[in-house]
């Protein structure tokens, strides 16, 4: 059995909870919380332990999975934890990789653990398939697609606004752009031709409503370069019709041998984002705890990873019955 | 440079010979055929050279891409070329691929060199979105369904029936059961209830239509479990309109985290079929480069080559640019 530790109780940390649970070949030994660790009650029942005490565990887990953000987070605590064990983490911060790359793998290399970054699905399933895509298809072009889904960093940046009670912002790739890449257009797209942004706002009592809009329209980078809209709902249906967290997208390389149209589409459909994204993390972590055992430290990313080691099964069952 | 010899130049062949000719880091060194070399003019203008006389170019080739038929030709020239050079095939024959590793793993072994196996879309890309989608989703279900496309196995069936002169067979998905899974239905579903066979056939002067039809209607294994149309059409309608080989499909996992719906989609749609297998075995030979350059020996699939083996980007630019 692969011994998992999660370390953050988030959304995130949660929906790994459930993949570990689910692995035949995994046990979750224990969840690891900045917090007062007897105030936190796990839905796994398995021991709460505080992330100042981890060193306690060692000998004990074979992977620990990092479940914070990437803001302020990972690119500290990866690092520190990679000195002690073998750890996965999500970071999405796309422009940092290769400075959180460094940073990781020298902490795993001096401590001789095996670390892994950035998997999930964006980056993660997403970037392998851009990379399958654009090494067998070398000409042409590939476009990513997200959503329809809720984007945390958006909706955090709504409910930063003045007179905002609650609010939450889906990205929605726009049809007609999706339909030119499918036939093979490979147009050129712009932001605003790529996604729209549709926003559901819970208004404070008295707040002027226009201002708001105004606010969420015009915010730049987060909303100016996109065509943007916003419904002001009551309270009740916010928590009725948006208390999930759906995502998904595609990515759509649309390449061609000599004059022949060649497409290749990957698409997401997630009912939830942090569960889908904890099973991304679970594989891997699999990925983490066999590499390790073969003697291979430092870091990661999905592209070194060969497909076999995320599966339970054996190299000839997967030979038997994959192929 | 890595350097790439053919094996075998009908439709695959000539697919192996775009793509590498469109690699940029590689070179095509030259054509093997068991015709008469002189009788063998090919698009690139490399030498063709006998395949009897395979021997005398050790030395000067990294990978021979073999593009021989999975019936006959290459359960025995795979482990024969393997005991002279780095070789890869497409051998699609999925319930006797553990046989045919084992007939090459130890030939290679035994030589030295690096063989990779049961490259193409299916086995070979679809294999590769079985095994990251079910180790991602373990529980849920998973399928394939195939086409639009030629089946080029059923059009040579069809075209063995007497008074056949001209035939085609395209296998075409049933669109009620794609949506179903989509939908997360997870249904099960019957051979017939997956596919529908339409075969388009140009009969001899004179010939027995309605004995044609029932010939396919009723071929055991080929036709009898699918709902089958035959359309009789003239020579002149099928060399205009059936003279491409378009193909594809899709992968689909539809999986569960808890109660929660998750769907994985993998598509192609393939404006040629040999082109597009071409340029698969394209990429892998360049990770068979690699790995042998690297001192890694014996047979291997798709399950085994981490991603990064494909691409002709070095590891910083990956992860720079496509995570």
């Given at each position: 059995m692969i011994r998992i530790a999660i370390a953050g109780y988030g959304n995130l940390g949660k929906?790994?909870?459930?993949a570990v649970c689910a692995a035949p070949d995994m046990e979750l030994v224990c969840v690891f919380t900045r917090r007062d660790p007897s105030a936190l009650k796990v839905a796994s029942g398995v021991?709460?332990?505080?992330?100042?005490?981890?060193?306690?565990?060692?000998?004990?887990?074979?992977?620990?999975?990092l479940c914070g953000g990437s803001?302020?987070?990972?690119?500290?605590?990866?690092?520190?934890?990679?000195?002690?064990?073998?750890?996965?983490?999500?970071?999405?911060?796309?422009?940092?990789?290769p400075k959180h790359f460094a940073a990781v793998d020298a902490a795993a290399k001096a401590a001789g653990t095996t670390a892994m970054i950035s998997v999930g699905w964006d980056p993660g399933l997403?970037?392998?398939?851009?990379?399958?895509?654009?090494?067998?298809?070398?000409?042409?072009?590939?476009?990513?697609?997200?959503?329809?889904?809720?984007?945390?960093?958006?909706?955090?940046?709504?409910?930063?606004?003045?007179?905002?009670?609650?609010?939450?912002?889906?990205?929605?790739?726009?049809?007609?752009?999706?339909?030119?890449?499918?036939?093979?257009?490979?147009?050129?797209?712009t932001t605003r031709q790529?996604?729209?942004?549709?926003?559901?706002?819970?208004?404070?009592?008295?707040?002027?409503?226009?201002?708001?809009?105004?606010?969420?329209?015009?915010?730049?980078?987060?909303?100016?370069?996109?065509d943007t809209t916003v419904s002001f709902i009551d309270e009740e249906t916010f928590d009725r019709e948006h208390n999930t967290l759906p995502h998904g997208g595609f990515v759509m390389r649309s390449g061609r041998t000599g004059d022949t149209k060649q497409l290749i589409e990957y698409n997401l459909t997630l009912g939830s984002n942090p569960e889908f994204t904890g099973s991304v993390l679970t594989a891997y972590a699999r990925a983490a705890a066999r590499l390790h055992a073969e003697g291979e430290t430092g870091c990661r990313t999905v592209f070194d990873i060969a497909p076999k080691y995320l599966s339970p099964l054996s190299d000839d069952e997967l030979r038997a019955h994959m192929l």
């Open positions: 929906g790994v909870e459930k021991p709460v332990a505080s992330t100042a005490d981890m060193k306690d565990w060692q000998g004990k887990i074979d992977v620990v999975v803001a302020t987070d990972l690119p500290k605590q990866t690092p520190e934890i990679a000195s002690m064990f073998s750890v996965i983490d999500s970071f999405d911060t796309h422009a940092d990789i997403f970037s392998l398939n851009r990379v399958y895509a654009e090494s067998v298809l070398p000409q042409g072009k590939t476009y990513t697609f997200w959503g329809k889904g809720v984007s945390q960093g958006h909706s955090d940046a709504i409910r930063r606004i003045k007179g905002v009670k609650r609010g939450i912002q889906y990205t929605v790739p726009v049809p007609e752009a999706v339909e030119s890449v499918r036939r093979g257009d490979e147009p050129e797209l790529k996604h729209t942004r549709v926003c559901y706002v819970v208004a404070e009592e008295g707040a002027d409503k226009a201002a708001i809009e105004t606010a969420i329209k015009t915010m730049p980078k987060y909303f100016d370069e996109y």
